[in-house]
């Protein structure tokens, strides 16, 4: 499948500037957009959800953020009426084995990435998209 759309989804600004540069750099898809906070994410996602051209292929979400976390993201997220499947990344600076074993709860989570991404860690995420 080709990576057209990203959305990263993470409140600390550097990390988005970072994440930003390096797919870019290695072409991980054709467009970035990025959020903050997750719940402008999901606001986004639930407008565009009768829309697939819209909607991301893949989301980069982190896990610990405030208004709403990536978990709760997650959990509001299967209930969306998408008409796109959509493959989402954990990338997050959490090491809690649990939080490890959380993700495997959902479907949708192809991959738990530990911080800070690299190319190696694009590359091993576009085999599983």
Not at 45 to 53: E, G, H, R, T, Y
Request: proline content about 5%; charged content about 25%.
């Amino acid at each position: 499948m080709k990576n057209k759309i990203t959305y990263l989804i993470d409140d600390d600004k550097l990390s988005i500037r970072l994440m930003s540069m390096l797919i870019s750099k290695n072409k991980f898809c054709e467009e970035i957009i990025s959020f903050c906070n997750a719940e402008l994410a999901l606001e986004n996602l639930k407008i565009n959800c009768n829309i697939p051209d819209n909607l991301p292929d893949v989301i980069l979400l982190d896990l610990n953020m405030p208004i709403l976390d990536g978990w709760q993201f997650l959990d509001e997220f299967i209930h969306l009426p998408l008409k796109k499947e959509i493959s989402i990344f954990i990338v997050t600076s959490s090491i809690d084995p649990s939080d490890i074993e959380m993700a495997k709860n959902y479907k949708m989570v192809k991959s738990y990435i530990m911080k800070p991404i690299t190319a190696q860690k694009l590359e091993e995420a576009t085999q599983l998209i």
